[in-house]
């Protein structure tokens, strides 16, 4: 017997060396064709490119894997106790292999044949998600066993179970538990309970079969194992097991919330953002910070789409979407296939007719149910036969709609419905500070998803009269003042630059004869601004609107550039107007505020011209002192004298309260100012506008170049958005005072002359000069302007 036990001694000691020499055999010829598992200390997860407003709420995400990276210290406790107690409860007992597991593994393969338990640490799965592949071999196998030895001995069990927790695929695009919480609850990780903590617990193991929303049978019994495992290990005691079990299944879809609606904005980012960095964009973590105040973005939103639906009404109804006849009677199941290939567009839902009375539809909405269709607020829906003219008013609901037909429906803010279409014009607006060019709000067309085309930033158009204030500028600067005279009358240009021969027209096709500057702009007088620029040049035009940054190679060389028949984005108008808003300095708008890596490190940080005092730069244009101490400020370019951009001002206020602008005055405000653009036969409408705080340009016309149709101008059609949008933009922004720069004279004129009123004028009014340039006389002047012919500009006299 002793001779026996000695033999089996041997044996086994023969056979342990045996397998020592094997395993370092194996060690020695797998080990140096493994990853380094040291680069897990410097671990890059995957985490989707997100883009937030000025405060910090999401406009948009863009990735494939939904992540949300925690700190050790940010994972609660008994959530780490459910996964220990489902997936590795010896995990702070081993040195990355649990060899009880392994032997239980192996047992389980000689007994069934079926590798159905792989044995797997917390740490092997580790190492199996950051180096290797999910394929059942044996070779894997001792891969990840050598790598997860490895791995215990480069970090700190703490350190592995953050990196697991982080790492782990857990369904519906969900990497991490903090990922899992968001899409599974709506909520962080830390506002989650013991139930939810399991049910998340679970999913490692089997991301599908165990999904609490596609298969939450199953799900329920996964959780229930698991919360009898930290009950079992003691994480929980008996009582706690019995109440958590009789939770229900809480869990449903949780898109990562859109708190900022912003498409236009994200994809111009996004586009930049692949240039600078390629399609690895998607997985480093970036976070954009914008210069986008979610109030006015989701003002501009709205405001947009009001305008266009309402232009849209103005020129009839062009018909249902699709009709359906039904053999029975349809049921909510009929109507919501009906519906299916039928999307929400911005504020439009579609619907289908499912009753039809003379003065009430009722309509099926899309997961809505039945709504009520009123014929008060559907007498606008004519047949449109063409832009300028349409059909009867409808005088009873069968005269526009029938049962099965498709249509689309809008919900205004106090919950009635009412018939829409989807409009065929489109639109932009953009907000920018002109302190800084940083932009507040901007929406390239009625919906994104629908068109992604930027009208913003893309569509070059004609900006019509909205380029009469840069010509007027140009006058000043060539000695001009706002009571100069020029004769509004016809006139026949015969230009060789011109195709044909040029009549010119105002829009009212009638003609004023002498008239002043001021009034010129204030009533945006064609022949006026053509006069004007014929004696100024049109280059020494072209060279002034470059200064505000206009692209001089769109513009015209004759005096059509009056009219504005060059061309220019919402993005160019809203740079040229912020130097009239600001005092006269050139500013560049700009989106990005910063860029943060995943680290919370900072990759960008704009640093904008900006208009400010304090400023001082030193030869090389290297700023010194700023009136911020915080981030020194690169002093934006003056562009305009004080005096000029005053007078500009002050003109460009009098179009809103007398002129093609007076619309606005619904604002109840003092302090804002702007000028409408209507292009030739009324295909583009624009206004642009401001308040000393912030430049709103809004633009109406159709991608495809054509007429708006009669009577729709830039006050009619574009100036409406603007108002919505400066609504709520300024609702909280105070009265500002137009202050009078150093240089500057305010005397009473004859409003027929532009000179100096006699002291027993009945007539005379306010006007604002530079102090060269103050009239002397009280008579005609000499080089008065009239019947077509141009002589020298206005002389001035020095009074003093």
């Known amino acids: 017997m002793l001779f026996f036990i000695r033999r089996l001694l041997a044996l086994i000691i023969v056979l342990a060396a045996l397998m020592t020499v094997a395993i370092s055999a ?44 925690l700190e050790h210290d940010e994972i609660p406790e008994q959530l780490i106790q459910a996964v220990l107690a489902s997936e590795d409860a010896r995990f702070f007992e081993h040195h990355g292999v649990d060899y009880k597991g392994l032997l239980r593994a192996v047992y389980s393969l000689a007994t069934t044949g079926v590798k159905a338990q792989g044995g797997s640490t917390i740490t092997m799965q580790v190492a199996r998600n950051f180096f290797l592949t999910r394929e059942k071999t044996y070779l894997r196998k001792l891969n990840e066993i050598i790598l997860s030895l490895q791995i215990e001995q480069s970090l700190s069990k703490n350190e592995i179970l953050t990196l697991y927790l982080n790492k782990i695929y857990l369904g519906n695009r969900a990497y991490g538990v903090g990922a899992a919480a968001n899409v599974y609850y709506g909520k962080s990780i830390q506002e989650l309970n013991l139930p939810q903590f399991a049910m998340i617990a679970g999913l490692p193991k089997a991301p599908s079969a165990f999904n609490p929303i596609a298969n939450p049978e199953r799900a329920l019994l996964r959780r229930d194992y698991v919360l009898r495992r930290m009950w079992e290990v003691g994480y929980i005691s008996q009582q706690d097991y019995l109440t958590a079990i009789q939770a229900p299944i809480t869990a449903s879809y949780h898109s990562r919330g859109i708190e900022v609606y912003a498409p236009y904005v994200a994809e111009m980012i996004r586009t930049q953002l692949i240039e600078q960095y390629g399609e690895e964009v998607y997985d480093i973590g970036l976070n954009v910070y914008t210069t986008i105040k979610a109030k006015h973005q989701q003002a501009a939103n709205k405001a947009l789409q009001s305008a266009l639906l309402d232009y849209d009404k103005r020129h009839g109804y062009r018909g249902v979407l699709k009709h359906i006849s039904f053999d029975e009677t349809p049921n909510q199941e009929t109507f919501e296939q009906a519906l299916t290939a039928f999307d929400t567009i911005g504020p439009l839902s579609p619907g289908i007719v499912s009753s039809v009375e003379a003065s009430l539809g009722e309509v099926y909405i899309k997961s809505v149910g039945i709504i009520e269709l009123k014929l ?344 409406p958005m603007w108002i919505d949008f400066m609504r709520v933009a300024l609702d909280d922004v105070p009265e500002s005072p137009l202050i009078e720069p150093v240089g500057m004279i305010t005397v009473k004129i004859d409003p027929y002359t532009g000179l100096l009123a006699s002291p027993d004028s009945r007539d005379a009014i306010d006007e604002t000069f530079r102090t060269e340039d103050v009239p002397t006389h009280m008579v005609m002047p000499s080089n008065y302007i009239s019947n077509g012919s141009t002589q020298e500009s206005p002389s001035s006299v020095d009074l003093f």
């Open 26 to 69: 194996i060690y020695l010829f797998l080990a140096p064709d493994l990853p380094d598992t040291t680069t897990l200390n410097n671990t890059q997860l995957q985490v989707p490119l997100r883009i937030f407003s000025a405060e910090g709420s999401l406009m948009a995400e863009f990735g494939e894997k939904r992540r949300i990276p």
């Open 376 to 719: 008060a607020p559907m007498t606008w829906a004519s047949k449109q036969l063409s832009t300028n003219s349409r059909g009867k008013n409808p005088r009873k609901v069968s005269d526009v709609l029938s049962v099965g037909d498709i249509i689309y429906v809008t919900q205004d803010q106090d919950g009635q419905w009412s018939l829409a279409q989807l409009p065929q014009v489109e639109g932009a607006l953009i907000a920018v500070s002109p302190h800084d060019g940083a932009i507040t709000a901007l929406n390239g067309g009625f919906e994104y998803f629908q068109n992604k085309f930027n009208r913003v930033t893309q569509s070059r158009r004609q900006p019509g009269s909205g380029f009469k204030p840069f010509i007027y500028s140009a006058a000043l600067e060539k000695g001009y003042t706002a009571a100069s005279i020029i004769n509004d009358a016809p006139v026949v240009l015969d230009d060789a630059s011109l195709e044909n021969e040029w009549r010119p027209q105002n829009y009212s096709q009638k003609f004023y004869g002498p008239t002043r500057l001021r009034e010129g702009l204030i009533h945006s007088r064609n022949l006026v601004s053509i006069r004007l620029l014929r004696d100024i040049t049109p280059a020494y035009a072209i060279e002034y609107a470059g200064r505000f940054g206009f692209d001089t190679e769109q513009m015209p060389h004759n005096l059509s550039l009056a009219l504005g028949s060059g061309s220019a984005a919402p993005w160019d108008m809203a740079r040229a107007y912020s130097a009239i808003a600001n005092g006269g300095y050139r500013i560049e708008p700009y989106v990005i505020q910063r860029i943060v890596d995943a680290n919370g490190k900072i990759l960008m940080q704009s640093q904008p011209a900006t208009v400010c005092e304090a400023c001082l730069i030193t030869s090389d244009d290297q700023v010194l002192e700023a009136d911020n101490d915080s981030l020194a400020l690169k002093p934006a370019e003056r562009i305009m004298t004080p005096q000029n951009n005053y007078i500009m001002n002050s003109m460009m206020r009098d179009v809103v309260r007398y002129g093609t602008g007076r619309k606005a005055l619904a604002l109840g405000r003092n302090d804002l100012a702007g000028k409408t653009g209507t292009t030739n036969n009324q295909v583009d409408a624009w206004f642009n506008g401001f308040h000393p705080e912030l430049v709103t340009i809004s633009w109406v016309g159709f991608d495809s170049p054509k007429t708006l149709g009669h009577y729709e101008t830039g006050g009619r059609a574009a100036l």
